[in-house]
């Protein structure tokens, strides 16, 4: 492999100077008549340009200018005319043929790829004939013989000192032309050292003076030869120093002007522009601080906006409701008038004039009805009696009828024009309705404190609210188990709509894993029995749409307020077709119901960040699920951690909801009296998960009055029944506590499962007499036949694992597009408010810039390799951690998100497409401070695309570790594998196959390429030499490009497909 590549090199190089040859060619075809240029050199010029452009295309991009920029001498041939004049007109008989740059450039590298600097010996110079042309910096002619063009000639006559503007080799007798950037001068002889400066060769035996330049090959070796920093040569043959106000570098050819004059004084290296890059750095901050400046301004007053709006409409509808309140009253007390008068003027006059005076009243009545509001205002006798007279009431306002259509139009009465400013006006307006009829729901509430649940829907019907589909749950034989452990063991009940059902139990009694067991939630465990849905053998979680399920832990996004909470919410999970206006009038009923008004605009806050208590923050969590409207509603633990007054003020909304249709199903621990009393149903769980009852709050006691236990005076009954279910408490009649699930089962006839026969053995083979009768009105007994179909029950479990449930919701919830515009807004609010944790991840990358800028200075022959390793490698790493944020701390505010039905596409989309402006932003506050303190030669812009191609690759991969992994492998994987790709992307003996895979490869290639076309002319052979170690191709710029790119967007969806399969750990 190794003599391969070295083989190889020699080619290159062979080639490279055999291009040499073509320029010289063409220059001495220019300089001498036409009768002294070779024909066949000619030809070999051309055969061999055109060899090189299609053998050795990868380190020269455009052939034309890579030839112009290191052989174009056409603007100042002055040291070819001194050559020609030097050696009498000789130049073409000086000049190596095809054979001897072969030979040359194939003595250059051992076998082993390693350089040497001794030549072998030739037909010229060898241990017989060793002329003085063969000593370096020197060269003879061919004489009058032309040269051969297929083996070495014989060159041993008129040997001198190489000319200006060429090199001559050791151990060959022949010139070549120098490349533009090379500084090629006579050598003189340093009287200390007795070598031939600059070159750094011994003088030839039997002479006084020295050669010419003797070598060029890569910078390694010849560094010497190349025109030095600080100096410009626009001829091999010429040096100036830089002027003030330019800078040149490492083998210039002319002076670059600096951006900023005064910095650059004369014989300038290289131009400081660590200056540009704070400028940079400071323009981005202001422009930054504008944009989350301005757009927090732009929140705040939207929100004040909308507050404005929202307290006009609240005094509207309260004055509104008042003024209602004051017509009815006014309204009765002119009934009572005009039959009194009707009374007074019946018995004053005759029967018939007492029967045509019946219409009018009737008339007047009609038209009292039809008057508009009083305001408030209560009529006196005397109006009373003018309008009986008049037959009419005098208005005291003038009619106002404002209506909000769905399409949000307002309509004004005949006397008020349109209100101006139409979308501010909208806004109160709908707000208004809202609250008109939360006002007037308030009212009905008052006057039906005790309403039955057929009047509540009679009142929902007149008030014409979205009709929620009533949903009954049933479960039969319900057991789940996990491994050999059975978690619930026989579960028979129901949850009826518009009931509020209490789960309680002690500790362990497996009361959340029985409400995941109705949701449907039992992935990974293994379930027998049934759960029909409105007495039909329906997946549960083809409801989803319609379920809300309000988890123990408060997962609400604590950068949004609390209004934002359930706004989002409410667009994502209300039906597509419900108006705006009844979207706000949801959203606010649930606010007031749960006493929000005050903390609306407050942020939920985070563990780093107070925001509001914790008792609002559950009541946030349930108003969730509230905005929704589902028809059936599970909570899991919703007043643990509340106290009594807020646990009623749950419980009261939970309550209103159940009024509407709502199922109504919670788990509570130590309720107090008056929040047990609350409650309609109780399921009451023993551990193991056994149900020991199942029915009416009110029939309880009851119940368990007929096995011997009373509840004694001043105690709570559930937490008395939870006593002697935790055996704390012993039954005054002896009964044993975990007999109590058999004796549920025998008072309803459900079967006892085998593995409790012998408890049941134990309670006495005869049951007592007064388990023979059904517990009270209002229990709910069920019971199962003895033999079962095991064929289909094992059917049915497969298809509810296996199968996608369909949609049984009847609710079109938005699509995919208007829940991504959603997210997207929800996302920009969230990221606007951590604009701080934004600017420490723009400090951090900014510092790395100055960091690695400072100590990886540029370094020509290596074309800045070392500073651009470690910027791959630094830039990764902290992009891919900042890139964890954007999944990890969300996991499981997600997970219930996806529960309840929304879209997965659209929430990805949403967070992949506001976290493209960190991708666009962070490499120029990179590349800010790294190009500014490094300086490369290629552009910044150059730099920026390549690097911004590497930035959407690795957040694409930090995606995937933030989704696949858990939070501490994600960061560990973060750190340690751009590190290992890096590494292995830079080592010579990796395959590579494995090259091509990591990423950080084509991220080098790509820097390295734009760096290398800025190094012409004398860089030539560096240039194809580190570009042929390296593996690189100078034509592989786009395709580095793309492989970044499409790496990234690889990794996007794989990080995806994990978020879709992956299940909560």
Not at 873 to 885: D, E, H, P, Q, W
């Amino acid at each position: 492999m190794r003599d391969e590549e070295a083989a190889a090199l020699q080619r290159l190089l062979l080639l490279l100077v055999a291009a040499l040859l073509l320029l010289a060619g063409v220059v001495r075809g220019q300089q001498m008549p036409p009768a002294t240029v070779p024909d066949e050199l000619n030809k070999l010029t051309t055969d061999v340009a055109s060899f090189i452009s299609d053998e050795f295309s990868f380190c020269v991009a455009k052939p034309t200018e890579d030839w112009n920029e290191a052989f174009n001498y056409t603007s100042d041939l002055g040291f070819v005319q001194n050559c020609m004049r030097e050696t009498g007109g000789d130049l073409a008989g000086r000049l190596c043929t095809p054979e001897e740059v072969k030979f040359y450039f194939s003595s250059l590298y051992d076998r082993k790829g390693e350089k040497n600097f001794f030549l072998k010996t030739n037909i010229n110079c060898n241990r017989s004939s060793w002329v003085q042309g063969c000593e370096p910096g020197w060269a003879c002619s061919v004489g009058s013989e032309s040269p051969s063009q297929s083996n070495i000639p014989p060159r041993t006559s008129k040997c001198q000192a190489c000319c200006e503007g060429f090199f001559c080799p050791r151990g060959l007798t022949c010139m070549l032309p120098c490349p533009l950037g090379s500084y090629c001068p006579r050598a003189t002889v340093n009287v200390t050292t007795g070598l031939c400066d600059p070159y750094k060769y011994q003088m030839t035996p039997n002479t006084t003076i020295c050669g010419g330049a003797d070598t060029w090959a890569d910078f390694g070796s010849t560094e010497d030869m190349f025109c030095p920093a600080g100096y410009y040569c626009p001829t091999p043959t010429k040096k100036e120093p830089c002027s003030r106000g330019h800078y040149c570098r490492l083998g210039s050819t002319h002076e670059e002007k600096c951006i900023i004059t005064g910095s650059c004084k004369e014989k300038t290296e290289n131009e400081k522009i660590v200056i540009l890059g704070g400028c940079l750095v400071g323009l981005l901050f202001v422009f930054l601080l504008i944009i989350y400046n301005c757009s927090g301004q732009f929140l705040t007053i939207r929100e004040r906006r909308k507050a404005k709006s929202r307290e006009n409409a609240i005094q509207l509808a309260r004055q509104q409701l008042k003024a209602h309140e004051g017509w009815k009253a006014a309204k009765r007390l002119a009934r009572k008038h005009v039959n009194d008068m009707q009374g007074h003027l019946s018995r004053t006059f005759s029967r018939r004039k007492s029967f045509r005076q019946h219409p009018d009243s009737e008339n007047s009545s009609h038209r009292l009805q039809e008057a508009p509001l009083f305001m408030g205002q209560e009529l006196s006798d005397s109006a009373v009696f003018s309008a009986q007279s008049s037959d009419e009431i005098s208005e005291v306002m003038p009619s106002v009828v404002v209506d909000v259509s769905n399409d949000e139009e307002i309509v004004a009465g005949k006397d008020r024009p349109p209100p101006k400013g139409k979308h501010r006006s909208t806004h109160t307006q709908i707000f208004k309705y809202a609250y008109g009829e939360i006002e007037k729901e308030k009212v009905r509430q008052q006057e039906n404190k005790n309403l039955t649940f057929t009047g509540v829907l009679s009142m929902v019907t007149e008030q014409k609210e979205i009709t929620r589909p009533l949903l009954k749950v049933e479960f039969k034989d319900l057991t789940l188990s996990l491994g050999r452990r059975k978690l619930l063991r026989s579960i028979n009940g129901e949850l009826r709509p518009g009931r509020v059902t209490a789960v309680m139990g002690p500790s362990g009694a497996g009361k959340t894993t029985f409400l995941n067991a109705v949701t449907g939630k039992v992935a990974g465990y293994k379930v027998s029995g049934s759960v029909l849905v409105n007495g039909r053998h329906d997946n549960i979680r083809s409801y989803k749409k319609i379920i809300g399920f309000v988890p123990q832990d408060d997962v609400v996004h604590g950068n949004l307020t609390v209004e934002e909470n359930l706004w989002f919410s409410a667009k994502c999970r209300l039906s597509a077709t419900t108006a705006h206006r009844n979207k706000v009038l949801t959203v606010e009923r649930v606010i007031d119901s749960l006493d929000l008004q005050g903390v609306r605009s407050s942020l939920v806050g985070t563990v780093e960040k107070r925001g509001i208590s914790g008792g609002q923050r559950k009541r946030v969590n349930v108003g969730i699920e509230m905005v929704m409207e589902p028809s059936l509603l599970i909570l899991d633990e919703p007043t643990s951690g509340l106290d009594s007054s807020s646990s009623q003020l749950l419980l009261r909304a939970l309550r209103h909801e159940a009024l509407e249709g709502v199922n109504v199903c919670a788990v509570v621990h130590q309720p107090s009296y008056t929040l047990y009393n609350m409650f309609d149903d109780l399921i009451l769980l023993a551990k193991g998960g056994l149900i020991v009852y199942n029915g009416p709050v009110k029939s309880v006691e009851d119940y368990f009055s007929t096995v011997g236990i009373n509840v004694p005076e001043r105690v709570n009954p559930p937490d008395h029944y939870i006593d002697i279910l935790e055996g704390i408490v012993k039954p005054e009649s002896g009964i044993n506590a975990k007999h109590l699930p058999l004796n549920w089962m025998i008072y309803n006839g459900y079967e006892v499962p085998r593995d409790m026969q012998d408890d049941l053995k134990a309670m006495g083979e005869q049951r007592p007499p007064h388990l023979g009768s059904s517990p009270s009105n209002g229990s709910t007994p069920h019971c199962l036949p003895h033999v079962r179909n095991a064929f289909a029950e094992e059917r049915d479990r497969l298809d509810h694992h296996l199968s996608k449930p369909k949609d049984l919701s009847s609710r079109r919830t938005p699509g995919v597009i208007s829940q991504y515009k959603y997210y997207l807004g929800r996302v920009t609010k969230q990221r606007l408010r951590e604009a701080r944790l934004l600017a420490v991840d723009f400090l951090i990358l900014g510092l790395a810039g100055i960091c690695l800028g400072t100590i990886a200075k540029l370094s020509d022959p290596t074309f800045g390799m070392p500073g651009y390793i470690y910027t791959i490698i630094a830039v990764s790493l902290l992009c891919k951690i900042a890139a964890l944020r954007s999944f990890s701390l969300e996991r499981l505010h997600y997970l219930r998100e996806r529960e309840s039905g929304m879209s997965s596409l659209a929430y990805y989309l949403a967070r992949d497409t506001i976290d493209h402006f960190s991708t666009v932003v962070k490499p120029i506050v990179y590349l800010s401070m790294f190009y500014y303190f490094n300086n490369p030669r290629s552009s910044i812009a150059d730099n920026y695309i390549v690097l911004l191609a590497l930035v959407y690759c690795v957040t694409g991969i930090g995606y995937t570790f933030a989704i696949c992994f858990n939070p501490g492998s994600a960061q560990l994987c973060s750190a340690l594998i751009p590190v290992v790709l890096t590494l292995l992307s830079t080592q010579k003996n990796t395959p590579s196959i494995l090259k091509n895979l990591c990423y950080a490869k084509w991220a080098l290639e790509g820097f390295i390429i734009v760096n290398a076309k800025r190094y012409p002319g004398v860089w030539l052979i560096t240039r194809c030499g580190l570009l042929y170690r390296s593996g690189f191709d100078i034509h592989h710029y786009m395709l580095c490009i793309l492989v970044l790119f499409m790496y990234g967007l690889f990794f996007r969806i794989v990080a995806f497909v994990a978020l879709i399969l992956l299940k909560k750990r």
